[in-house]
């Protein structure tokens, strides 16, 4: 025993050399600056390849360094707000608008009209394109890629069910959900979220459609009579068969890949699942395509949430100058172009946005057309983001289990939002 | 322990059929979805039909999730050996010395238990980054060894409880001073005790995702929990097969250790707690 | 223990205190010192999004209790806890009762069935919302190919089956744990007074009322307090099935804390939450102080 001890021991103090090592700071070597990249798409397994290659060929280029920090998607806002408490390095982050928003109500964020100049930044963008990332004037988050979150369906399954054209008013909408469920095929017919936050995000489109909102402009709360209609179309799908409970989007994502559902929202990373369930990347629109949402009334706009990733540069950091010219080279033609060959997100800026092959991209077109119409998410601009969305699910939910009917769900909601406001 | 009577068979019989496949059947049907090639994840056949090695020899030739299991393996052995180490002196200590203080410290390792662990995570964070620790292993192995602590300070007090002061006052005539009564005559009769606190604070150590993500971001000291979510948790996309098959392969090294130690840990786990 | 003269050497009570040293500073840095401020950041206004703060003395106190969701989910962390433990306890003896029978696999089983417990949690959680899924679930496959059902059921999609689903799939992972546990408290109760109950005349039942309940009252009492804490800890599994949902049902204490801090930013409610969950957990240690302080 005492053998098998000693053993142990020297084990673990070998270890413990190794665990000591790891204490050496990693400060770059030579002349360059050393900057720090955060985000989650550098850890994901289809961007990891393309994200350490865009830092290893600007490191080559510039000669300064490129240190990543990641997390998971779903945790980046949180680990980046842990991070700025603590005042660590950090010069440059990938936030998508949820993101985005949260880092912004810190007031750490640089304003980019000084770091890159207003002219730089108008000649490169187009005027929608920047205000996503503008708060109270201040261009707090410069572009990345940018689209909007629609209706995606599959078209094989529509053709299946005797549709050759998407469905444009609710009423077609309905006829097609129904032809759908009669195929008898145990497809679900559309996705919309009812678990977690994405539930909230796809119920503020239908609401938009049926002629309400969440809240007014001077942020107070709506929900017009329209919000009760919205519910019970929700209530009355979910009686057909139409909808599911237990859906959020990974869920849609899983069964539309499988071909066991004909719609859901989600923005262009939709492909990401197809891609990696084993379609062709560039035959991804036969089985999954994007479409205008459904309106009320034909004629009526079609509503469209808009989705995007920026890079934000943090006020703190001491290389603002190095962070600006790193993502100048992330957006410039080259990288920000084969991003989009390789993923599919969609560049912005003037000159790489409207290169033929974005431009003609079968699969981004339909994402790029719900665009031009779409809104920003009404928590968009809110502290407690996650607060109102957390009490519309959890109303909605509770309406569609049975336990309130859409009225007490409106008036519910009506009641928390308005004190959680 | 029981006769073999007709009703102990069937209730032998039906136990060991019916929690076997609680416990068993999730378990295979993960190597299963390990072995279906990608696009037949979802496809609800149970061995029988096209399988492959692809997932498994992907995640073997995946060095950053190789990285992430040595990471894993180094902080889960370092800290429980830390862990035991530390929970072994507390609990002589408690057990066989008499001081003032003793049983409020007692009271408050046990209350460390008490506190949501996520509440910790902002103001251990901040510590760890005075110290300049962010990032180290260390950071990680000091707040697991914590974790550990209250269990293993009362598991094996319970343990030394057991053995007879009447051994060490004998070795105290003979001359042993305090050091040699304990790594000579307390420690080594401690010995299973000791394995079951470090498979304890080990699987704990393995286990956690919030702290060592939030504390660790290099991904070269990263471990396999915040790894395998980071890598196949997407943004777009979520990897089942994947992330089952890197579940699959990281348990095969634990479970060797675990066939190999399971004796020492099943006795040693109790018969500190369980005293004559 | 009587004193000895100590010659040039540490006195007892030096030697006491210095071996419990570092695990009193380790302790203090990474647990009371964090666990202090929470309780005076539960004062303040303190959020996520701001590092500096305002004391606003018992406003959070007063947020916490008036939230009408709040007994709702403290009823629903005392029937994850309880049922989250029992059934693999339950069910852990079994399998170790199983187990000691010594047959030829049973060795092989019992390192095997250790597999569960260091499985990731997520990994887990994705498992068991797969095998629960109400769309391409295995258990709704299952149990359509075997007749039983022609629809699927919803089982995540309704709140008082996501929460017999959750309560199962932690039940799976920990049952491992139990029956080491409880295999070695079976190993370790007294052969000879097995035999003197036999001759007694005693049946299974009786001796298992009578001779191995008493002989394992402690490691029981062991078990069940550390298995209800590490459910009351308990984060990922529920949090990976259903974030808490629907409609509230799966929300326990802990998540409630973790959405409270890390998803609204509230640092100082949640710390709030966290304290008022130490009191009720005091009560619970005060229990097991008590005990312990009965064998001491």
Known sequence: ?421 | MFQKTLAFRIFFTVSLFLIGCFVFLPLLWMINTALKPADKTFTLYFFAGELTLDNIIGILSDKTIMTYLRNSLIVSFLSSFMATLVSSFAAYSFSKFRYRGRKAIMGAFMMSQAFPQAILLLAIYLMMQRFHLLGSYWSLLISYVVFTLPVGTWTLKGYFDGISNSLIESAKIDGAGNLRIMTRIVFPMAIPGMISIAIYGFVWSWNDLLYAMTLVTDPSRRTLAPGLVMTYLGEASTNWAAMMSASIVASIPVTIIFVFLQRYFITGLTSGAVKE | MAKFKNNGRLTDTQTGVLLVIPGLAVFIAVILYPFISAILMSFTDRSLLNPNSNVVGFENYVKVFSDPYFFKTVWTTVVFVVFATLIPFTLGLIWAIVLNQGFRLSEFLRGVTLVNWIIPGTAIGFLWSWIFNGQYGILNGLLTSMGIIDENISFLGQPVSALICVIIARSWQMLPWYMAFLLGGLQSVPQDRIEAARIDGANNLQTFRYIVIPGMRQIFFLVLILGAIGNLQHFDIPWTMTEGGPARATTTLSIEVYRTAFKNWKLGQAATVGTVWAILLLLFSVVYLKQVKESD
């Open chain 1, 1 to 421: 025993m005492r053998k098998l001890l000693s053993i142990a021991l020297v084990m673990i103090l070998s270890l413990s050399l190794f665990a000591g090592g790891a204490n050496e700071s990693t400060v770059a070597d030579g002349e360059g600056t050393s900057i720090v990249w955060a985000g989650w798409s550098g850890e994901e397994e289809a961007t990891r390849d393309i994200f350490q290659r865009m830092r290893t060929t600007y490191e080559e280029m510039s000669g300064n360094t490129v240190n990543w920090v990641g997390w998971t998607w779903a945790d980046t806002a949180q680990q980046l707000l842990i991070r700025l408490q603590g005042g660590e390095q950090l010069d440059i982050a990938q936030a998508d608008i949820g993101i985005f928003n949260t880092v912004a109500q810190t007031g750490t964020l640089a304003d980019l009209n000084e770091v890159f100049g207003e002219e730089w930044l108008k000649e490169n963008f187009a005027e929608a394109t920047l205000a996503v990332g503008q708060i109270d004037g201040k261009q707090l988050g410069l572009p990345w890629s940018m689209a909007s979150i629609t209706m995606v369906y599959n078209p094989e399954i529509l053709s299946r069910a005797g549709w050759d054209t998407v469905p444009t008013t609710i009423e077609e909408f309905e006829a097609c959900m129904a032809d759908i469920a009669a195929l008898g095929e145990g497809i679900i017919p559309y996705g919309v979220s009812t678990k977690d936050d994405t539930a909230a995000g796809d119920l503020m489109p239908w609401l938009w459609t049926f002629g309400t909102s969440l809240f007014n402009e001077d942020g107070t709360v709506n929900l017009g009579p329209e919000a009760v209609d919205t519910i019970n179309w929700y209530k009355d799908m979910l009686a057909k068969g139409y909808i599911q409970m237990d859906i959020g989007r990974g869920d849609a994502r899983q069964l539309f890949a499988q071909g066991k559902m004909a719609f859901y929202d989600d923005a262009v990373v939709a492909k990401g699942q197809a891609v990696s369930a084993g379609v062709d990347p560039a035959e991804v629109v036969n089985v999954c395509s994007a479409m205008p949402r459904p309106v009320l009334n034909e004629g009526d706009e079609s509503q469209s949430t808009m989705w995007g990733h920026m890079l934000v540069i943090f006020d703190s950091s001491k290389h603002k100058d190095t962070a600006a010219d790193f993502a100048k080279f992330l957006i410039s033609d080259e990288v920000a172009l084969e991003y989009f060959e390789q993923n599919g997100m969609p560049p912005v800026t003037n000159s790489a946005a409207n290169t033929e092959e974005v431009l003609n991209d079968p699969y981004l077109k339909g994402f790029l057309d719900a665009t031009a119409t779409a809104k920003l998410d009404e928590t968009a601009r809110m502290t407690n983001a996650s607060e109102i969305k957390t009490i519309v699910v959890e109303e909605l939910q509770r309406t569609l289990l049975g336990q309130t009917t859409a009225e007490e769900c409106v008036e519910n909601m009506r009641a928390r939002l308005s004190s959680a406001i």
